[in-house]
T-cell receptor
Framework: AQKITQTQPGMFVQEKEAVTLDCTYD???????LFWYKQPSSGEMIFLIY??????QNATEGRYSLNFQKARKSANLVISASQLGDSAMYFC?????????????FGQGTELSVKP | DAGVIQSPRHEVTEMGQEVTLRCKPI?????LFWYRQTMMRGLELLIY????????DSGMPEDRFSAKMPNASFSTLKIQPSEPRDSAVYFC??????????????FGPGTRLTVL
């Protein structure tokens, strides 16, 4: 079974608007961490934001925020005020407690295109 | 600080040849990961090491693949013999065991392998 599901293969957003990239996950472990990475066309993987399962507040990093809905097992990435440089693939990933410090499981990714 | 270093950045080889991919993790990091990225299968974890010891190699596709980490600053992924279906981008990543679940993996630039 898929542990991380990103249902949007591709998304378009107008420059300066906000966009939400969906991520749902599946785990029976009460302790886990969720990550988002960005992969621009140049190919490198860039860490964006982290949310722990016990964190009381949604994580934020600059224009990135994570809409964490634990009961729904969703961890959507919100990018505010989109910029042309935000055009990239975005990957959601999860680490379960048994793999503390180690193994991440990645979703299939969402390709975001920002229109001028 | 230097990030994760991978070499070569691009490799083109013929079917049946041996291919060796190299990785230098970030100094001081405890974990090293090898991933493969393809359009069809997305980002797959092949193997990861903790303090130079292989922890999980369940993602290694076949016996043609092998990985070593002779010391804390160097790892290799070898494919012998290579096949066209091995064509992919291979990423190396490293992380520091510090906060457990929240530990971020830092990726190298990847090696784009083409097997003709």
């Amino acid at each position: 079974a898929q542990k991380i599901t990103q249902t949007q293969p591709g998304m378009f957003v107008q420059e300066k608007e906000a966009v939400t990239l969906d991520c749902t996950y599946d785990t029976s472990d009460p302790s886990y961490g969720l990550f988002w990475y960005k992969q621009p066309s140049s190919g490198e993987m860039i860490f964006l934001i982290y949310q722990g399962s016990y964190d009381q507040q949604n994580a934020t990093e600059g224009r990135y925020s994570l809409n964490f809905q634990k009961a729904r097992k969703s961890a959507n990435l919100v990018i505010s005020a989109s910029q042309l440089g935000d055009s990239a693939m975005y990957f959601c990933a999860m680490r379960e407690a048994v793999y503390q410090g180690g193994k991440l499981i990645f979703g299939q990714g969402t390709e975001l295109s920002v229109k001028p | 600080d230097a990030g994760v270093i991978q070499s070569p950045r691009h490799e083109v080889t013929e079917m049946g040849q041996e291919v060796t991919l190299r990785c230098k993790p970030i100094s001081g990091h405890d974990y090293l990961f090898w991933y493969r990225q393809t359009m069809m299968r997305g980002l797959e974890l092949l193997i990861y090491f903790n303090n130079n010891v292989p922890i999980d190699d369940s993602g290694m596709p076949e016996d043609r693949f092998s990985a070593k980490m002779p010391n804390a600053s160097f790892s290799t992924l070898k494919i012998q013999p290579s096949e066209p279906r091995d064509s992919a981008v291979y990423f190396c990543a490293s992380s520091l065991l510090w906060r457990g679940l929240a530990d971020t993996q830092y990726f190298g630039p990847g090696t784009r392998l083409t097997v003709l």
